[in-house]
């Protein structure tokens, strides 16, 4: 895992160039997966101008079953790669040879029957997980252009991303569902959800959720982000969401600005969304 | 946090004077209530300022304003009066008081006939039917400007500040006649400025009368203790949530013509110091600038001030950057870095460190 030597930028090298290596081990599965998580959100937000860097470990990927050829079955082509699946046990969770998390998510609606691990036959129940709230990320994606961070490393790699609207569907989806159990909330989540409202127009954003809402597929999900949207965040400053939001940048930024900023951006979407 | 504009400051225009009362509902309101100005017919001598207060549900007030250096109890039935036309004609729906400061007993009277009032000591009173609203709020009870005599030996106000730019920005040696030419101050103000420069050892006079500052930067830190940027101007507190470079995207886009941008934002224009994550800027109308530019009124949290400038010296040699934004002059952006708040004060003595290496290129 990390060694002491790790920096934030050093960790986001060798995690963009997991994520490549992923991407190469699911090629024959390239239409069916679509990066989401963290480095979406970078993917979608870089050159913002926030205190806080830019960190992840995680590639996470959303699997869309319905576009899922037979073979080669996912946890042989994983396999294939060097990857292993993590000693926790969880379905889903794959690990580098170096340590670096992987995670193959199945949207709760695809998922099939079960609690933890996706259904998705032939494909092994160890491959994939299912997730709430990813549904909209099936929805709003395009392809971009991902290439390697570390300058020897020419890899380019064209694949499908989630676009800004459905990863702030999933984001909130993370916090409000982990609401009651703080120790498995995480504030840098909630300055993921300030990074995509800083840096996508309300009215883009706007746009998109529109679209979601209009799609049989991602609207319940969407729905009940926007649901999460108000109470965590454009309630005020004082919101859980908000003041998460704020507490991420403690020590390197402004706390109390992230968090007037976050609810005022998230009221205005809301207002935007009203209006539509 | 203090509530700048209460706290401290003399307003000293009659615009400043008028924006009080807008100021202060602002900030006591639920942020779903709208106070915005709107525009007044001011060849007829209507109002010196009127503003729409709208509750949630829509219901609203149009206010007029009447702006006010000082107001006694005699006064007030003629004020009725216009009011009462002014609602008449629908110009109104009803009327504020605005003033420096009002005694007490001139509130007592104000509340008696019917009108809302806000000073700038912190005394508020506003009263609507629709939509149903009252606020009141406690200022002084004495006026803290009024004082024995104007104060001696200082570099407040505007004749010194005209005076001390001029010497700041050009270098000498002067000539009195010059002198008074350059600052547009008059030739009394600039002889008091002068003797009490010559007082602090600020400035010399050789035998011929012309006049020399010995060392500028001195005389810039001087004047930092009597021109203060937060304690001078009459300051609000606004957020960009989008975050500065994108604020400043605003500015460019959304020309509003009376601005001039000072602080770090300004001071990067030679000097860089840190990434910039707060502006100040001179507007001489806050509110439709903050309209204008996507700005939202904050306690907490604030990353823009804005400061109505109680005299015009401070947009003396503003320049249009290339960019397209309009920064004010370096001396100016220096003293107000020194008195601004956060890490404006080391911001500043990096951009005077700045200006004493490379006086040829603004002096």
Redesign the interface.
Known sequence: MNSSGDNASNLLVRARSVLLDALAALREHSDAVIIIGAQAVYLRTGGIDVALAEATKDSDFAVDPRLLADDPRLEAAMKAASFVLSATGQPGAWVSPDGIPVDLMVPESLAGPGTRAARIPPHDKTATRRARGLEATLVDFDEIEVTALNPDDRRVCRVKVAGAAALLVAKLHKLGERVDSPSRLHDKDAHDVYRILRAIETDALCHTFTRLLADEFSEGATREALVYLAELFATGPKALGAIMAGRAEEAVGNPEQVSVAVSILADDLLVALGRE | MADLTELVQEPRTSAAIASIGMGMLRKRLP?DWVVIEVSVDFKNDRADKAFILRSPDGAEQRVAVEAKRSLEVRDIPRIREKFDELIAQGFATTGMITAKYLAKSTRERLAAVGLSYADATGNLLMRAQSPALFISDRGSDSDPWRGPGRPRGTLKGEPSAKVVRALLDVQGPWRISELVKASAASTGSVYRVLEFLESEALLTREGDGTLFVPDWSALLRRWSEDYQFLGTNAITQW?A?????SFLDNVRKNETGDYSITGSVAAATWATYA?V?SAMIYSMNPERAAAVWGL?A?D????VILAMPTFDTVIRGVVDRPDGLRIAAPTQVAVDLLTGPGRAPSEGEELIKWMINNEQLWR
């Open positions: 942020s957020i949530p989008r975050g500065i470079d990434p994550r939202r904050t907490a949290g604030a990353n």
